[in-house]
Every structure is written in C-alpha cells, then in structure tokens.
C-alpha cells in the first residue's frame, strides 16, 4: 500500500537514530551519502542485513502498540500503529488471516517485496509446528522468509 518506503524508513529511524552518530539526521545524512544504492545502503549503513530489517520491520507493521513487553525491533517508537488504525478506513488496514491451531491450509499469494500476515492462536496448547509450502507441497523459494512473533 502507499507509504510502505516512508514507514520503512520512519522505524529505521527510530531503531538506529538515537545511537547513531549525529542521531537520526546523522543517519539520514550517510543513507545518503553512501556508496551503495537500494538495500545495500541501509544494511551498511545500520550494519544488519537488509532481510532481517524488513522482517522486523514487518512484524511492527502489526505488533506495535498491541502487546506488552514486545523485543523494541518489533515497534515504533514514534508512532503508535495500533492506535492510528482505529482511525483508518478498514481498505487500509492490517487484517491477518485469523486461525486456530490445528489443520487448516491456506492459498496465499505474496508478491515480491510483500508479506502475508497469519494470527494462529490458541489457549494452552503444547509445542507446535507450522510450515510454509509452495503450491506444489515443495520448499518456499529462496528468497521468501517466513518469521514468527510469540505475543504470549
């Protein structure tokens, strides 16, 4: 949706600017003034691969501001997201697809760049495996990631 590349950046700036040297208008300054270009220059910049980046920055997208005690990579600190989306018309906001633990099976197409959004949930139920698989039952393709967010 709109604004992707800004929120991007609005929660680089709030994990890295404060200890970055010159703060955040010190890390805007070397994104840049950088020798790299796209991705290459946010991970030398921060010093992180850019693929761990997007997945946390992804997972804030929807954990910020709804759980406590959250890992701060999964937040922004500038922005209250959960609270902004009461507010936004419902095209606009981050739904996932709500499950239960148990067999289910969902067909998802993820564009590149993009990222399908699960909630699976249940009370008390022991250690379980979830897995991702492309159409055929095989291994997803190289360069999708799937992560996971434990909010209890």
Known sequence: MYGASWSFLRWLSDQFGPTFPGGEKGLHQKLVDNSFSGFATISDVVGVPIDVLLAQWAAALYTDDRAPGLDPRLTFTSWNLAGI????????????????????????????????????????????????????????????????????
């Open 85 to 152: 989306e009461t507010g936004v018309i419902q095209p606009a906001r981050l739904v996932p697809r709500d499950r239960t633990f148990g067999r289910f099976s969902d067909w998802v197409s993820v564009r590149g760049g993009s990222t399908a959004y699960f909630l699976v949930h249940s009370n008390g139920r022991p250690a379980t495996g979830i897995r991702a698989r492309d159409q055929s039952d095989g291994t997803l393709p190289s360069g999708m990631r799937m992560w996971v967010v434990r909010l209890r």
